[in-house]
């Protein structure tokens, strides 16, 4: 703590010189962006401006006039504000804005695009190394005023209950209020605004803030976790609510420590003051253990493009994430199915505007919902048409788009037009579009107003046909512009100051109408689906987890422990470590070592031996012939636990996990090194093991492969893995003793969302006799450990199908010997009955990579 300020009190008969002490305050605030230099730029203007210093208050309240303290007053705040930018994979790579020296500043690029979770998650991750007091989330295209931050602080400073605290949010282009907090609503499941107008200076409690704009408390985020990683949308509605009701202990806790420093801080005040401030503390503090809040500040601003305009591809995410909230505040299968059947409906009035596309993004997103597939962008989402600007809108009326040739029968439509202006789109922009509707021959001002919104209206013109030739209507859509017209112009405003868009659509009523009933029979099953399903909360990440898993292009240098980005494409190859374990093969121990010593791919690496107590003198051949190698030798065979061993004791920042009578090619090798070096978003690449006599592959399933693959779910002698990625996922999980391990790493590594590089011309020689013939204790461990592989990772019905599956494939390698045979079904039933180890919090599966898994091992999709 700083001994501050001396000022002067003017309440006095005589000027009496007061030490008041200054407390500095850490903030860390995180900005992810994609692709936005320009808010960027804005953003950080606003971050330069801003105040960093609060003074003391009565009560303990922090004032709000900086440079002022009163005698008799507790310690004014000083705020050291680090500003970690993270970018999201854009294109090009983001530069760092300048900031005045008295912030720090960090640049942090990912390898891809990780969302907003994603990105706010791996800067709080970097920003948790320094020990922040507070944690500052800012969207890049959000805008601040230079007493945001101080306001927000006050609040928190003054009530150690609140965990999170937000501004006012305004409308960037109006300036007018468009949310105050927000709030879920217990019986639908919706959230939106707690209130859209502001009474009073007193912080408002709601559900949650937006987290374009949020100050939290860095202990709740140490206890409770990171933001739910699921890209984009609802994340931080789930996340307040976990804050709020999983941080009490820490503020419980935090409020008796802020309390016993405060009142050491306060010995050189009056003892009559300091008996008021304690009295208030222990106050707080007592209201402190029994509730956390969440709050919106009024006094406090900030500015943000609406969230309800015409969105794309946030439809998908909306109706993917909207079922997380609901789960954590436990509001049950109604309220989720009465939620998956707005979506439902939403999809119908899509397919009504003609808009199947977006549909589509409806109906996705309720079947990944159901199937737990909440994770990252899927790249197979369907395609949307992208609103283009109302300039081009008298060139598609002409005849220009091939698909409307609207101009020939729009001349002889006369005044056949119905016109409802959207209220975001300008006059100017209106203009436009009045002049394009003219000179296609429509009689702009007799144009009709939309018809009545109710369903009967909508089901005469199911019946009957559309009245008008073209209508005008808002591209969000409802019963009154359902089959109003036989083609559509949809406006939507496309925010950003960059005007209006427009799409247009010409659809015959029942091929709508048909697509509407499919819509609503799939919908509805993947609702009931939802509904049906048990309770789901999500796995929050933490900052150890983020720091090891994000896709972080990190520098070639690092300092004092701190995280720098690249901001140019990497050219110096991450350091590598080799593990080889070793038991009871000396010869083809020695081959190996050999081998590496000779490999320009890993001559310079570090070269560890684990030997599994060897009884043929493996270890002793080590120490004699390879004395460049560091020997670790176990004291008893403990199997691919000696991977787990070898691995902490490695210093690379890439581990090549080898069996000791693997060899890899070293032209494979550097390929993959380098691979992982230039690709932060790979976890691990391996190579395909094959027999150096023959040429065969171990992997038959491979052979069909056209090209390489990044989310391949097989593993084998030969891996080479991220030292940081393989602790996050805990390495070889040690209960399965032998035979699958490396199969698992692979499904883990995936279920922690990176990916598993596999090139088929990448190659490894095994010469292991175990690869052929099959020994009753492989059938027994081997098939044990796929069952808790399949329990594991599997989801609904593939789990069992992968049970049954894998158990009957271990039958027929087993072949006519009884013994074999025996020891599979003694391994299945093992592995039914025993339940398998936890995973670690970092992996999450939602069955993806096991579904891909059966599909190559059992006959599907090896060509993909």
């Keep these: 703590m700083d001994r501050g300020t001396t000022v002067t009190s003017s309440g006095l008969e005589r000027p009496v010189r007061v030490e008041a002490p200054v407390r500095a305050v850490r903030v860390a605030a995180v900005v992810p962006c994609f692709n936005r230099p320009g808010d960027l730029a804005a953003l950080a203007g606003d971050l330069g401006r801003c105040e960093l210093g609060l003074a003391g208050g009565t009560g303990g309240t922090p004032s709000l006039r900086p440079g002022v303290v009163e005698a008799g007053l507790v310690e004014a705040v000083r705020v050291e504000l680090l500003v970690v930018v993270v970018d999201n994979a854009s294109e090009p790579a983001l530069e760092m804005p300048r900031l005045p020296g008295r912030i720090t500043t960090r640049l942090v690029r990912l390898a891809s695009n990780t969302g907003g979770s994603g990105g706010y998650n791996a800067g709080m991750a970097i920003a948790m190394e320094g020990e922040p007091d507070y944690l500052w989330l800012v969207d890049s295209d959000a805008r601040v005023e230079s007493d945001t931050l101080v306001r927000l602080l006050a609040a928190m400073e003054a009530d150690r209950s609140i965990v999170v605290a937000g501004p006012v949010l305004a409308d960037t282009e109006t300036g007018a209020v468009q949310e105050v907090g927000g709030r879920l609503d217990r019986k639908t499941g919706r959230f939106g605004p707690w209130a859209t107008a502001v009474e009073g200076d007193e912080p408002i409690g709601c559900d949650y803030v937006a987290a374009c704009c949020a100050l939290v408390r860095a202990d709740a985020v140490r206890r409770v976790g990171l933001m739910p990683d699921v890209f984009l949308n609802a994340d931080d509605v789930e ?16 409020s008796r420590a802020t309390q016993s420093r405060a009142t050491q801080s306060r010995a050189t005040q009056s003892r009559a003051t300091q008996s008021r401030a304690t009295q208030s503390r222990a106050t707080q503090s007592r209201a402190t253990e029994s509730r956390a809040t969440v709050v919106v500040v009024p006094g406090a601003r900030a500015a943000h493009p609406r969230f309800d305009r015409f969105g794309t591809l946030p439809r998908y995410f909306g109706a993917r994430n909207a079922f997380g909230p609901i789960d954590a ?72 788009d091939p698909e409307l040739a609207l101009g020939a029968r729009s001349a002889g439509a006369g005044a056949s037009l119905v016109i409802e202006w959207p209220p975001e789109v300008s006059a100017p922009d209106r203009a436009v579009v009045r002049r394009a509707l003219a000179d296609a021959g429509f009689d702009v001002d007799g144009a009709a107003r939309a018809p009545s919104r109710s369903i009967a209206a909508f089901l005469r013109r199911a019946i009957a046909g559309a009245r008008y030739e073209l ?25 950003a100051g960059a005007g209006a868009g427009f799409v247009v659509r010409r659809e015959t009523r029942w091929a709508m109408l048909a697509r509407c009933v499919l819509a609503c029979a799939a919908g509805s099953w993947w609702a009931l689906r939802i509904a049906a399903r048990g309770r789901r909360v999500s796995v929050l990440p933490t900052a150890q987890d983020v720091g090891r898993l ?27 470590s080799v593990v080889v374990l070793s038991y009871n093969r000396r010869d083809a121990l020695l081959e190996t070592l050999r081998r590496l010593r000779a ?22 051949a080590a120490r004699e012939h390879a004395p460049w190698a560091r020997l670790i030798a176990l004291d008893s065979n403990r199997a691919i636990a000696g991977f787990n061993r070898g691995v902490e004791a490695a210093s690379g920042e890439l581990v090549l996990i080898l069996d000791d009578d ?165 391994g299945g039933l093992s592995g039914l009955v025993r339940a398998p180890s936890g995973l670690p919090s970092a992996v999450r599966p939602d069955g993806r990579a096991f579904a891909s898994l059966l599909a190559l091992r059992f006959g599907r999709g090896a060509g993909r």
């Design 239 to 254: 996340w307040c609510m976990r804050l709020a009701r999983e941080g009490l202990e820490t503020h419980g806790s935090e």
């Design 329 to 400: 505040l436990g509001l049950g299968r109604v309220v989720r199915l009465r939620r998956a059947a707005r979506e439902v409906m939403r999809a119908v009035n899509q397919h009504l505007m003609g808009r199947a596309d977006l549909a589509a993004l409806h109906i996705r997103g309720l079947r990944d919902a159901a199937r737990g597939w909440v994770r990252g962008l899927p790249a197979d989402l369907p395609r949307v048409e992208g609103m283009r600007p109302v300039g081009g809108l008298g060139e598609a009326l002409r005849g220009a």
């Design 471 to 495: 209508a005008v209507v808002p591209a969000k859509g409802s019963p009154a512009h359902w089959l109003v017209a036989r083609a559509m112009v949809e406006l939507a405003g496309t925010g």
């Design 550 to 576: 994000a896709p972080i292009e990190r520098s070639p240098s690092l300092r004092s422990g701190l995280v720098e980005a690249c901001t140019q494409a990497r050219t110096e190859t991450c350091t590598l």
């Design 599 to 620: 490999g320009a791919a890993t001559r310079d690496a570090e070269i560890i031996v684990v030997d599994n107590a060897s009884a043929d003198g493996s270890a002793d």
């Design 662 to 826: 693997a060899r890899p090619d070293d032209a494979a090798l550097a390929g993959a090194v380098s691979l992982l070096s230039r690709r932060a978003d790979l976890g691990a690449a391996t190579l395909l093991p094959v027999h150096p006599a023959t040429g065969r592959g171990e992997w038959p399933f491979g052979a069909g492969l056209t090209g390489p693959r990044d989310d391949w779910p097989v593993m084998g002698c030969c891996n080479l893995v991220r030292r940081d990625v393989w602790l996050a996922v805990g390495g070889y999980d040690e209960s399965f003793f032998l035979y699958r391990n490396d199969v698992e790493l692979a499904l883990k590594i995936l279920a922690a969302g990176r990916g598993v590089h596999f090139n088929p011309a990448w190659r490894c020689e095994h010469d292991s006799p175990g690869a052929g013939a099959k020994s009753a204790r492989w059938c027994e461990l081997a098939t044990r450990n796929w069952v808790w592989l399949a329990r594991r990772h599997g989801r609904g019905w593939r789990a069992g199908a992968g049970v049954l599956a894998g158990w009957a494939w271990a039958h027929k390698l087993a072949g006519l010997s009884a013994r074999r045979q025996v020891a599979v079904v003694r």
